[in-house]
């Protein structure tokens, strides 16, 4: 099996930073594109950030600017590093993988992580 494992949320005040992490642990062959998203009370969730194999990342229109998303090939981790956070960042953010294991190619997702913003 394959787990992503996320940490780093917690609560913060508005302006404030955190940085999220998210590592993947099992019997990987290889790791393609992974992505954070997250959900606020009574919505859908969204994509936040994107980032390819390749290094390409792309950005909610909401977040470009203030996040960063990067990954680290050789842990296994993407990680999400957030400044200026605002109370409309609240919410659970998850992280998803696509990764190629021995069973095949599949999306993981890990538990999430909640931020809270307070103003």
């Known amino acids: 099996q394959v787990y992503l494992v996320e940490s780093g949320g917690g609560l913060v005040q508005a302006g404030g930073s955190l940085r999220l992490s998210c590592a993947a642990s099992?019997?990987?062959?290889?790791?393609?594109?992974m992505g954070w998203y997250r959900q606020a009370p009574g919505k859908q969730r969204e994509l936040v950030a994107h980032?390819?194999?390749?290094?390409?990342?792309n950005y909610a229109d909401s977040v470009k600017g203030r996040f960063l998303i990067y990954r680290d090939n050789a842990k296994n981790t993407v990680y999400l590093q957030m400044i200026s956070l605002k109370d409309e960042d609240t919410g659970v953010y998850y992280c998803a993988a696509e990764i190629t294991w021995p069973r095949g190619r599949n999306d993981f997702w890990g538990q999430g992580t909640q931020v809270t913003v307070s103003s």
């Open positions: 099992g019997i990987i062959f290889s790791i393609n594109a």
């Open positions: 980032i390819t194999s390749s290094g390409s990342t």
